[in-house]
């Protein structure tokens, strides 16, 4: 399984693509397993891995919710965890990946998991990723976004603006803030998604996600990839070890 000539069309035309089907059920479930651990606080590694709570239970507030449904995003989670890193290892993704970063070498930049609990899951603003990973050079990294369980309009899944990756960065502060006056918004393509189904975007192109006031949670786990010769901008000594997962 790899990318159509009419998928590398459309996702250098547009800055993402829907790709379809990628994991198995019983993938999907351990997936999701390993993550409601992280966020409930069982997993063994739970304390080390970095939770961004929900701003209402940072607030105080969501008392009356399981640990679980506090979390709003969990970050790296693959230091943690081998069956998370062997996810972001997965040779269908990183065959896709080959092709959309046109490199043989690829390193991870990063992973995170948006939970978007049932019933108050927060929205996601519109941003281009790129806009907060700043010490990264060329601004060309690929996110594969997997649903762990189905992502529909009404749960909250991702929302992308085609050719968005073309105009630059928007500033913006994608948990806070609404950009205003975004180019096209009208435009936007729900990316609609089963468990075990996930789509690849751009680092460029502008997306967000709703709330989700549904019963039905929506659980995502991204993988961030960049070219191995990326240049890291920041201070050299603050510079993570980017795992090195195909070429040199
Ligand atoms: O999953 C979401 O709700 C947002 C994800 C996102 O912003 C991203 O993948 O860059």
Not at 59 to 65: H, I, Q, W
Not at 194 to 206: L, P, Q, V
Not at 236 to 243: A, G
Request: glycine residues 6%; negative net charge; aromatic residues 8%.
């Amino acid at each position: 399984m790899s990318l159509s000539e009419e998928q590398m069309v459309d996702y250098t035309r547009d800055g993402f693509i829907r790709y379809g089907p990628i994991l198995p059920t019983p993938k999907i479930n351990e997936l999701g397993e390993i993550i409601d651990k992280f966020a409930s606080g069982t997993h063994p590694n739970s304390g080390k891995v970095n939770i961004r709570l929900e701003r209402a239970a940072e607030k105080g507030k969501l008392t009356d919710v399981p640990t679980r449904d506090k979390v709003w995003q969990l970050w790296d989670v693959y230091k943690h965890d081998e069956l998370i890193f062997n996810h972001a290892c997965n040779p269908i993704i990183l065959d896709i990946v080959e092709k959309l970063l046109d490199t043989k070498n690829i390193k991870l930049f990063a992973d995170q998991v948006l939970m978007k609990p049932a019933f108050h899951g927060s929205p996601v603003f519109w941003h281009n990723d790129s806009a907060y990973w700043t010490t990264i050079e060329p601004k060309e990294l690929v996110s594969c976004w997997v649903a762990i369980d189905d992502a529909t309009i009404e749960n909250g899944c991702l929302k992308m603006i085609p050719g968005s990756h073309k105009n630059g960065i928007w500033p913006t502060n994608k948990r806070d803030s609404h950009i205003k006056d975004i180019p096209n918004e009208s435009d936007s393509v729900p990316i609609v998604l089963k468990a075990g189904e996930c789509s690849f975007h751009h680092s460029m192109t502008i997306h967000s996600s709703g709330e989700n006031l549904t019963p039905h949670r929506r659980r995502g786990i991204v993988t961030s990839y960049m070219r191995s010769d990326s240049k890291w901008l920041g201070n050299p000594t603050d510079k993570p070890d980017f795992p090195l997962l195909r070429g040199h």
